[in-house]
């Protein structure tokens, strides 16, 4: 606690921190993306490309990629719903829709409403920003429903993957940063992301009818390493 209050007190008395001095940014990222029960674990890869249009105010276009990794990517609440699912009777038609992130791509603005610095030894300081985004962009989806699979070799493998599609929906991007200058031309940022898009909602019944559309939102955290041109 008392590293905590000592880190909040520098940033509160420290100097206000200067805006970058050069324009062009470009980030690579690294990081787990989140998209509920289902999924457990999945990488999110991607960079940015950054322009400083104001001293406070940046438009960048950020990407991603999630690589599928198959039945490795899923929860173990969807192995425990199928088993109960399938051991409740013989005549059970339950499935667990998957949802996937397979990549995405945004043009967002990252506005810098506070700015500071942090002391570092004696002579040294680090630049501490906030920044709030915001962004609109298209995210492509890999989806399939997930059976009990009943020429399974044992209880562990008693997940088939069926019905596998893909789709490409309009997403508006939100979220924040908090990047830590180290130098004028280098920083290290803390990202986090989330995609909101429309879509259909989940059916858990084979052949069921469709039962509406929903909000998603698949959310990222991630470290960033960017450097200033």
């Not at 280098?186 to 019944?205: C, F, G, K, N, S």
């Amino acid at each position: 606690m008392g590293i905590l209050m000592l880190f909040l007190t520098t940033i509160a008395v420290a100097a206000p921190g200067q805006p970058p001095t050069t324009k062009l940014g470009l980030e690579l990222h690294a990081g787990k993306l989140s998209e509920g029960t289902t999924t457990t674990g999945r990488y999110d890869l991607g960079g940015a490309v950054a322009y400083q249009v104001r001293p406070f105010l940046d438009v960048a276009v950020e990407g991603l990629v999630s690589p599928d990794r198959g039945e490795r990517d899923l929860g173990g609440l969807v192995t425990v719903l199928l088993d109960r699912a399938y051991n409740s009777g013989p005549t059970s038609t339950y499935q667990h829709p998957i949802r996937k992130a397979a990549w995405g791509g945004a043009v967002v603005a990252r506005w810098v409403p506070l700015r500071g610095s942090l002391a570092v030894g004696r002579d040294s300081e680090i630049g501490l920003s906030l920044e709030a985004v915001a962004g609109v962009g298209l995210l492509g989806l890999h989806k399939m429903n997930a059976l009990y699979d009943e020429a399974s070799n044992g209880p562990g493998d008693i997940v088939a993957l069926r019905n596998e599609t893909t789709s490409t929906k309009p997403a508006a991007v939100v979220g924040f940063g908090l990047p830590f200058t180290l130098t004028n031309h280098l920083e290290i940022r803390y990202e986090l992301r989330t995609w909101l898009h429309v879509d259909e909602a989940p059916l858990y019944q084979l052949k069921e009818p469709s039962d509406g559309s929903r909000l998603y939102g698949p959310t990222s955290n991630r470290i960033a390493v960017g450097v200033r041109l």
